[in-house]
């Protein structure tokens, strides 16, 4: 109830010029999207209430749920059963998405990391996709699955923000943004990543697209979202755990599970509070949109614009276009990702996207994570 009085006191003159839990000036509505969630949650939430979340990672938000279909996603990758949430963690969780969805708004910009093979896929407008059996050609103009706000990963390098964002749900030797180690419970930086880069799609929001984005938590969760904090309502859905290996939490927050610091096999990189959302409804990419590659050292490269595009004849439409200041191998390299998913749309029978577009196929939880 203190939660929602300060909170509602934010839209009116009588809000402090401090944060209410420490003193320290109160950010506005622009330094919030630079600021880390944690910075945040220690203006407006007690130490006591931070502690609690940060400990609420490896923690069963779904110990309710008794279909079996769920019972990998009670367990840690050794197989050891997750505790449950207790009701304080319940109530300090609550009261994180009471705090930071206020920042998921019209103009707001999050992040969509994207595995670099769907790049050229991207650049290219068109991709392949296999739907029941079918390869399907569908156009790839639009926002979808798992994003968060910018400010989750700003100051990061490319390790921290696979670690940070829970990209790290692969299992093969070899992935986009992991690799196997010698222990079968630890992933490290991908060799992928270390030799190109991560990528990831910066998108303006819309009023449409941040109502879209919503809060992905497990059952216990959502379930206690209407009692306690009314003000989520339709903020939020329920979306439990699968596999002991998913990193997806179930408590609105991204996590790892135990990414290594590239070849170092005694150091795992820290939690970083974040608050996950899930594109119910894919939002089109937006003029302006950009595309970025990080690397190991944090530098964010860019390389291409999501831009109007006049045709010959007239037309315009809005369509990728590269970065002038990209080197000459760069260039190249992305060039030949733009004619690899030429060729592949053109062998899956090119055309205009097939009117299944991938918005209209059913996503399970494990597709979410790309």
């Known amino acids: 109830m203190a939660l929602s009085l300060l909170l509602a006191l934010a839209a009116t003159a009588?809000?402090?010029?401090?944060?209410?839990?420490?003193?320290?000036p109160l950010p506005t509505a622009a330094e919030r999207q630079a600021l880390a969630p944690v910075v945040i949650l220690r203006c407006f939430l007690p130490a006591a209430e931070v502690a609690a979340i940060a400990g609420s990672i490896g923690h069963d938000p779904q110990a309710s749920l008794t279909d079996p279909a769920y019972d990998s996603g009670k367990q840690n990758p050794d197989g050891s059963l997750r505790p449950p949430l207790?009701?304080?963690e319940i109530a300090a969780l609550i009261d994180m998405h009471s705090v930071l969805d206020l920042d998921m708004s019209d103009g707001a910009v999050i992040r969509k990391y994207v595995p670099n093979s769907d790049i050229g896929g991207y650049l290219y407008g068109r991709t392949v996709i296999s739907s029941n059996g079918k390869l399907i050609v569908v156009t790839t103009n639009t926002v979808r699955g798992f994003v968060g706000l910018e400010r989750n990963t700003l100051g990061l390098d490319a390790g921290?923000?696979?670690?940070?964002v829970g990209l790290d749900y692969e299992t093969g030797e070899r992935g986009q943004f992991t690799d196997a180690t010698k222990s079968p419970f630890h992933r490290q930086v991908s060799r992928e990543v270390q030799e190109h880069g991560l990528h990831v799609l910066r998108h303006v929001m819309s009023a449409a697209g941040a109502g879209a984005a919503l809060i992905p938590l497990g059952k216990d969760l959502e379930d206690a979202v209407a009692a306690l904090a009314p003000g989520l309502a339709g903020r939020s859905f329920e979306m439990n755990r699968k596999g002991a290996s998913n990193p997806y939490t179930g408590l609105g927050?991204?996590?790892?599970?135990g990414l290594l610091v590239l070849q170092d096999e005694t150091r795992e990189y820290p939690l970083h509070l974040n608050e996950e959302d899930v594109m119910t409804t894919p939002t089109p990419l937006a003029a302006?949109?950009?595309l970025l590659r990080r690397d190991l050292r944090g530098k964010d490269t860019l390389i291409a614009v999501y831009a109007a595009v006049t045709a010959g004849d007239g037309t315009?439409?809005?369509?990728?276009?590269?970065?002038?200041?990209?080197s000459a191998a760069d260039a190249a390299y992305y060039q030949h990702l733009v004619d690899r998913a030429a060729a592949h749309v053109k062998a899956a029978g090119g055309g205009a996207a097939d009117s299944g577009d991938k918005a209209q196929i059913p996503l399970d939880a494990s597709k979410y994570m790309l």
């Open 288 to 290: 302006g949109d950009q």
């Open 253 to 257: 927050i991204s996590d790892e599970i």
């Open 160 to 164: 921290q923000t696979i670690a940070a």
């Open 86 to 88: 207790d009701g304080d």
């Open 14 to 24: 009588a809000w402090p010029a401090s944060c209410p839990a420490n003193g320290a």
């Open 316 to 326: 315009v439409t809005d369509a990728w276009q590269l970065s002038p200041d990209l």
